[in-house]
């Protein structure tokens, strides 16, 4: 037996008792005639003494060689601890060692395992497994894994059952693109990995399970951005016999369940608001609705001077910075230069400063009077002492840039308190988006997705103009999950996937398994899919994923610490009838 | 809404309650002024009654022409039932129509929807979704969340964390063959789909995690045998700080827990037998232990007397079939035929009766004497009323043979219960195992497996003597784990790569992540590995694994019911870098 306790066990209540540690050095405290050893392991640390009147003099010495983060087993007395330390549970007593045992000798690790490390990132990803061994990134680990849980619970409780769908399924040629794997057995032919289970699940409401949930790996092969990665994890669930509002009540229920049990927290209402509404008042579909600064929209009030900007500006629209007034010409100029970056793309800025004294300083004093500034702050909802920061331009990318700039200032203020959760439900998305680069529609959602009720006309003559009865929750300004009502009816499927510009064979080798489903008795239903390591990093009360993922690759897709993807050898393709495109491969 | 209540919840005390259900008609009985339609979902069946007098006339109309498996919604008034139905829970009641809504018709189904159905394999696997709609095939799903659910709440409370390791892992060259995944951004390179978490689970122990668990799809692209996968569900888990003896009383715990909370069994012991006393007792490492018939070898009984076929053999061996002396000659040879059939291989059997009188009928009775026989009979314990089986040839076949007749006779006597449960521990199996076709040892379990302490010099000599740290909990006849203490000391595991046959670059570029982690201090730990599959269903007390998967795929590994896998399109292949090997494709 390698130990009685584990390093985060012993009390006052264990003085005197024999015991046995194991775990890894910590930090050793070398004084001579005593040594002190920090012990740990995942659930704690524990001091131990080794002394020249107490412990074995071969003992005392091995301690002094001890190097970090070795192996060691060790034997002693719970003894009292002359200066406890009350910020570790362990902290009244130490162990004096009598026997001591190397398990596992240790090089000097690439970084120090502290809570704050001198690794870079690279570092930490080539030796994650040293990583897991700090605090931070074993701490998120088990919260990952405590949230799991406690969903399994939930929706278990609420007559979900889990169904595992399988990994080695169809290509599609829709959306983002398919991880493919080629089939040995099935020469020239290939799987694709599931970027969601989604015609899965409906075929399991098909089959009557009524209620189902999945925590499961999905997987896209899109160039990714930053903190997204190939494979990421979904609560993916479906519900059978059930309109827009059963699901919100349900997977509020959940959220709540969350909410309640993992971070304490009671959230009162979850509110909703149209897609058209979040875009209008924040220019975002998944506004942070913690904090206020809420759009105005500023056309009516500013184009009746000579101000070509405003004049011709399809929007102009501001936001109120609560105690912006104060702010210097530079620190003004600093967000300017902010919203002028290539990646925000804003040409300019205007700003109004609403003074304490009621007075209004702005850089287009030149154009507008006083007045005109107080009916701009009226709009805005400034108060005195605010500052209003004022874009304008093409309605759809000056929205965009005002979120990013919303966002940004709460941040810089203090006002995206991580231990403040404010859910939404944004409703009513558009069922059809248009891809400039296709010139077609493209499914916002899904093509699966429904219509609302009596918009199916509204195909033929305003496809953009149709919404959908799908809706996201929205936690904390992120995305956490989304999801729809489906279409049930062959008949309106079909009509949908011609919409989509699949042919009628392109629509029948695709999805015909679906449609035939459908044939046969498919009950209402609708669903929603939630992105799991993004809802853990939300609720730990933070926003990137990568270190709540055990394993997480790079933004080259790689893998550092086991080196994948890599080359296979000949023989390996030849068996699966492959051949790499010379003029590709260097 | 949909409903207020589900079709297995309407009971006498909703008397005269109005309710709204929905589900799909199962069943219709028209006679002619009345029609009862049984309603099913999930949850149950509830009696819908339409008639002349109570419910409206269209209405009536309307239910007589309803098809099976017709969704409908209906509202109505809970009734009593005229003739009730102790059956079922709902069969007091019925509700009397007054409103009847098709939500989706449906089409003839291609088998009948009944717990015992018309549809062959082929059928019920094209149209899963509608198979799935069977009690019988929506039990067992249910019933797998029910494990899966016991399985984690049982780690958990036991300080495992579930961590979910990654899918897009490297490609090894050894045992089984993986699946691999082409990249687009790193063209020419693969990801390779896990066989297993294995040594990614031992990194989460260098990390400290101390123990892990996860419920994880594993991939294998092997030729298919009946009843195997090429995607199959884990149940993974690694601890530290940990003996043999550690481990297996952990998975004692969770075994006693699932057979207590999944079918109300208590299981007294978990006895354990060294792999080769299973070999010689039961002439197989996952022996049913829940009935005799164990072997007698009786080579120093027979080889005194002229029978060239036993004194030539290297091993004489027989069981004792209990009652078989009553088998007519017909019956014997019978089992005769059967062990000579080629997938079992047996040249010949020699049969002894064990009459009830103590005389002795072999088929062997020109070279043995009846005192032969008797000390036969005592060898193999065999009884008054008792059959003697015996086969004879080279040890090793003739073991697999001896078995397979065991299991088959057993399971013809009726002694292979569904309800009873049999768990044994398998331990100390062979480090190495000698393949004939590579002329070389291969890891029996795998390469990280570490051989019993004292035994490493052993590898140089006579490596197939040596045993490993390994176990495998056999439940029922069945393999349900199998694990290893691993070896946690970077020079072994050098050593180990070398014994395999891995040259020092070979193993580097494989397992040198691996071995760079056991540089910085490893715990000494070990795991287990659980086949969640077939777990389940022998704690269903089946042994079909095929019927607990939701979409399983056929012995081609081909998925009938989505037709993957399947040819790409050229543009896809080109994003991949890939072409297809042009001779080897029609």
């Known amino acids: 037996m390698y130990r009685t306790h584990n390093c985060g066990e012993v009390r006052a209540s264990h003085q005197g008792q024999e015991v046995q540690l194991s775990g890894w050095v910590h930090k050793v405290r070398d004084k001579g005639f005593v040594v002190w050893i920090d012990l740990r392991d995942r659930y704690g640390i524990t001091q131990l003494v080794f002394d020249q009147d107490r412990s074995p003099a071969e003992v005392l010495e091995q301690a002094k060689q001890l190097g970090r983060e070795t192996v060691i087993q060790v034997h002693g007395e ?29 090089e000097l690790p690439p970084f120090t395992i502290e809570d704050v490390t001198d690794g870079g990132d690279e570092l930490r990803m080539k030796y994650r497994y040293l990583d897991i061994r700090r605090n931070p990134v074993k701490e998120k680990l088990l919260f990952r894994h405590k949230v799991a849980m406690e969903v ?48 899965f699940k409906q075929l399991l409401m098909v089959g009557g399970l009524d209620k189902y949930f999945q925590i499961v790996k999905c997987f896209r092969d899109e160039d990714l951005r930053a903190d997204r990665q190939p494979e990421f994890t979904q609560i ?30 009671e959230v009162e209402a ?14 975002n579909d998944k506004p942070d609705i913690r904090f206020g600064m809420e759009f105005g929209e500023l056309n009516a009030v500013t184009q009746h001077k000579d101000f070509k900007v405003f004049n011709e500006a399809e929007l102009v629209v501001g936001i109120a910075v609560p105690g912006g007034a104060q702010y210097t010409r530079k620190q003004i100029d600093a967000w300017i230069n902010w919203v002028k970056r290539p990646q925000i793309g804003a040409k300019g800025m205007v700003y109004v400063k609403c003074n304490e004294d009621g007075t209004y300083k702005s850089s287009v004093d030149k154009f507008y009077t006083p007045e005109d500034l107080a009916q701009w702050a009226e709009a805005i909802g400034a108060k005195a002492g605010d500052l209003i ?37 944004v409703i009513d998305f558009p069922l059809l988006e248009w891809d400039e680069e296709s010139e077609s529609y493209h499914a916002m959602h899904h093509p699966f997705t429904s219509p609302k009720p009596g918009q199916m006309e509204l195909l033929e003559t305003d496809p953009g103009a149709v919404r959908a009865n799908a809706y996201d929750l929205v936690l904390n300004g992120n995305e956490i999950g989304g999801g729809s009502i489906r279409i049930h009816d062959q008949g309106i499927q079909s009509t949908m996937f011609k919409h989509l510009g699949f042919s009628k064979e392109e629509a029948e080798a695709q999805f015909g398994f679906l449609m035939d489903a459908f044939r046969y008795g498919a009950p209402p239903h609708g669903g929603i899919a939630f992105g799991l390591d993004r809802l853990v990093a939300i609720l730990g009360g933070q926003e990137i994923i990568r270190d709540y993922i055990a394993f997480p690759k790079n933004n080259s897709g790689r893998d550092v610490m086991i080196d994948a993807p890599a080359p296979l050898d000949n023989a390996q393709l030849d068996e699966l009838n492959l051949k790499l495109n010379p003029q590709e491969v260097d």
């Open 78 to 106: 719970v003894i009292e601890r002359a200066s406890k330390n009350p910020n570790i549970p362990t902290g009244e007593v130490e162990v004096l060692v009598r026997e001591l045992k190397v398990l596992n000798p240790a």
């Open 270 to 283: 979850f509110p909703r608001m149209t897609y058209d509404e979040a875009i209008k008042r924040y220019g």
């Open 389 to 425: 920061l004022i874009l304008s331009g093409d309605a759809m990318p000056v929205r965009g840039q005002l979120s990013a700039l919303r966002m940004a200032v709460a941040e810089e203020l203090g006002l995206r308190k991580a231990d403040e959760f404010a859910p939404l439900w």
């Open 152 to 199: 399994r619970n939930y929706l278990s409780a609420e007559d979900f059952v889990e169904v595992e769908t399988p990994y080695l399924i169809k290509s599609t040629p829709e959306g983002a693109r398919d991880f493919v794997v080629p089939s040995r057995m099935n020469a020239g032919q290939f799987y694709a990995l599931p970027q969601s289970p989604q015609t």
């Open 236 to 265: 993916d669930c479906e519900m059978s016999f059930v309109e827009q509002e059963d699901i919100l009540q349900t997977f509020e229920g959940l959220t709540r369940h969350l909410l309640r049990t993992i971070r304490g927290v």
